[in-house]
């Protein structure tokens, strides 16, 4: 290949063409309201995975179809 021939132009499904950009502090900072939100809603999910004896995992909640009440 000479270095005269031109890439082919990358498309969107081409991994290269994404650019990853990480501007965020270290540590990300966490407001209390938000691990409050994060322990409501998933609490019982992450203890239950997180738990180093096996346990069954919450029920799931199951999404409303178009026309069920």
Do not use: C
């Amino acid at each position: 290949m000479s270095s005269k021939e031109l890439k082919p132009k990358l498309r969107p499904i081409d991994p290269e063409f994404w650019t990853v950009e990480n501007e965020l502090p270290d540590p990300i900072p966490v407001a209390k309201a938000e691990l409050d939100a994060i322990e409501r809603y998933f609490g019982d999910l992450l203890d239950a995975v997180f738990d180093p004896k096996p346990r069954p995992m919450p029920a799931a909640t199951t999404a409303h179809q178009k026309g069920e009440k």
